[in-house]
């Protein structure tokens, strides 16, 4: 069934004969693309200009995905024993505007190894779906900032200018649009609050205290920090209860406990304050009034020459499946756009402690790597699926992660995309608990272009991030522009072989370049917790990587130990590494304990460049869209 629909005889292949030049890249279009030669295949249509009274043909066709979507439910044209051939949905060039969710079940299958297909049909990303909607109605404020009414019942928690992410109003303000510096860094409050979780420490004069931080209301300022003293690993970002600026005890105090303590023997915690008023300095920075329904937002330029949206969703396309048994499955997704979604009020990555889920799991460890409920979302998000194709997609501008494959999945292809300008994650794989059987495995991602990764979770995002799932392949994958890592696979250190299911995975013509940009103890590509028993047999394999410059910016601020090109965390074995390349890093190139083997790698002494296929690495000719430039 995996990709049967292809072959299917019945099914044309118009992408043979269609091929678009593309600028920038000097890239061909020629990807495969289902059209049928007989009417025995259904056919729908959709278009922003038409009308879900229509009848859905090419004449007069539908306006919305979700009325071409329950046409085929209601006509059962993917029902079991009935498809013959795919089922493919017409999507014409232009903006579908998203204001709820579009949801997908098992009822939306193909059947027979058939698929049910939504194709943007003028070609790779030209129907685009756009979780987000223009402000309009700007006023003059004050000090060159407008302000606008917006409905307040819907609060937003990003926002996008010109189809560049705004800045929360924040202090101290950012040197440049591709770093969170300058910071401040917390201190010690008193001997006895060293390991303190909810109180930050701050240094009289650090930022004004008259500040409106609106304590107390449900809607106040912010803090987001790299919590754990020296440790640049994960970024909170936690509401402001309250500012105690007496002389004698600075502090502020938080909502919610971040995940480390704000001081370690090396340093404070960096961090910088945001969302409020008093905070909004800087063009290009925003602040929303949620109880007044009022957004405030001070432009480079004149108001009237830019477009400002504000997210309406959280998850664009959503897929799932009743339950691991009843899955969706045999959906594809060809060449669709998917731009703005939403991020959250407040985040932190994980669990504080083992077992603080409430739920037994036989490794209560792992709460602490899984996201919490709360956190599980992409743009695209997928759960109990099967064989669930994203292919020429062109996925940018996301509040979190752009595709989200929660436990549960099998078989997923991403092929072929764009995914860029994104809050957290580009491709996470979540496959649940260790020792707690298998539900993820099987994926391809391939011929993917990724950057500007974890715009507002700088402290733990990846390109594609892998936790709990094996049996993949990543290949053809350029990844530039991340926060921290490029590309991570992770466990737990205390899961022991065969409960991992982080096995058998392929990372073959890989570049990796401008990581690590905001966080230390790290690599561009990067393992934790993964095959750490004796003896350690080669289960995963790395062939033909190119890592760039893996330098924080500025490095002056990161004040956490250095960043490397590979780096096999909390063990990291049973790996084979050959052709590998790195570039400069403030630490290492290849941080391991001695439990991989490695061949032809640039760190070792005689590493042959002959060996490499620089041609092959990163996306290949036939990636549908321009290359980005730097």
């Known amino acids: 069934m995996s990709r049967q629909w292809i072959r299917n005889g019945t099914v044309a292949v118009a992408a043979l004969s269609l091929v678009a030049t593309m600028t920038g890249g000097g890239i061909a279009f020629d990807r495969l693309t289902s059209v ?46 009935r498809m013959k051939c795919d089922v493919t949905v017409n999507l ?44 309009t109605g700007w006023e003059p404020h004050e000090d060159g900032i407008y302000k606008a009414k917006v409905d307040g019942d819907t609060p937003f928690h990003t926002l996008f200018v010109d189809e560049e992410r705004a800045t929360t109003a924040r202090h101290p303000n950012r040197t440049s649009e591709d770093t969170h510096a300058p910071y401040l860094f917390s201190r010690l409050i008193e001997p006895e609050k060293e390991g303190v979780r909810d109180q930050i420490g701050y240094n009289p004069g650090e930022w004004d205290e008259s500040a409106d931080l609106r304590s107390y209301t449900s809607w106040p300022a912010q803090v987001t920090i790299w919590s754990g003293g020296s440790w640049s690993w994960f970024t909170d970002t936690v509401p402001i209860k309250n500012a105690d600026t007496a002389d004698s005890d600075n ?40 109880e007044a329904g009022e957004v405030y937002y001070k432009p480079h330029g004149d108001i009237d020459d830019v477009t400002v949206m504000r997210p309406t969703v959280a998850k664009v396309i959503d897929v799932k499946g009743a339950s691991p048994e009843k899955r969706a499955h045999d959906i594809t997704f060809d060449g669709i756009g998917v731009q703005y979604s939403d991020y959250l009020g407040w985040y932190r ?5 083992a077992g603080d889920s409430g739920d037994v799991h036989k490794y209560p460890e792992y709460d602490r790597q899984i996201e919490m409920p709360r956190n599980r979302f992409g743009a695209i998000t997928l759960e109990n699926t099967s064989n669930i194709t994203l292919t020429g997609a062109h996925l940018r501008d996301t509040g979190y992660h752009a595709v989200y494959a929660l436990f549960a999945n099998d078989n997923l292809t991403v092929e072929d995309s764009l995914l860029e300008n994104l809050g957290a994650d580009g491709i996470k794989v979540e496959g649940g608990w260790p020792g707690e059987g298998d539900l993820s495995h099987d994926h391809t991602f391939r011929n993917l ?13 990846a390109g594609i991030e892998l936790m709990s799932t094996g049996n993949n392949t990543v290949e053809h994958v350029h990844v530039r522009n991340s926060s921290r890592y490029g590309i991570s696979l992770e466990s737990r250190p205390e899961v022991v072989d065969g409960d991992q299911y982080t096995d058998n995975n ?21 393992t934790y917790g993964v095959a750490n028993q004796e003896p350690h047999p080669i289960k995963n394999t790395v062939d033909q990587m190119v890592i760039g410059d893996v330098i924080p910016d500025p490095a002056g601020a990161m004040p956490d130990s250095g960043t490397r090109g590979v780096h096999m965390d909390a063990g990291g074995c049973g790996f084979s590494f050959s052709n590998i390349e790195v570039g400069e890093t403030t630490d290492q190139s290849y941080q391991s304990y001695q439990c991989n083997e490695v061949a032809n790698a640039d760190w070792e002494d005689g590493f042959d460049p002959a060996q490499m296929e620089y041609d092959l690495i990163g996306v290949t000719d036939a990636f549908p869209y321009p290359v980005p430039e730097d």
Not at 252 to 271: C, E, F, K, P, V
Not at 349 to 353: C, Q, T
Not at 449 to 461: F, S, T, W
Request: net charge negative; with cysteine.
């Open 92 to 135: 014409a060039a232009g903006e579908y505007p998203v204001t709820e969710t579009v949801e997908f079940t098992e009822q939306d299958s193909g059947e027979g190894g058939h698929q049910v297909v939504y194709r943007s049909a003028d070609g790779p990303g030209k129907a685009n779906f756009v979780g987000a909607e223009e402000i």
């Open 506 to 526: 392929t990372f073959r013509y890989i570049r990796l370049e401008e990581a690590g940009l905001d966080s230390g103890d790290m690599g561009a590509f990067y």
């Open 251 to 290: 502090k502020l105090i938080l909502d919610h406990w971040t995940r480390y303590a704000m001081i370690n023997s090396r340093s404070g915690s960096r961090y910088f304050l945001q969302n409020s008023l008093s905070f909004l300095d800087q063009a290009g920075e925003y602040y929303l009034d949620h």
């Open 36 to 81: 049928v030669t007989s009417g025995a295949c259904p056919q729908l249509y959709v278009s922003p200009s038409g009308d879900d009274q229509g009848k859905g043909t090419a004449d007069d066709p539908w306006q919305t995905i979700t009325r071409a979507r329950d046409h085929i439910r209601e006509k059962g044209l993917n029902g079991e024993g």
């Open 349 to 353: 990555s994980g669990w504080i402690s």
């Open 449 to 461: 272009y990724i950057h500007h990764v974890g715009e507002l979770v700088p402290g733990d995002a």
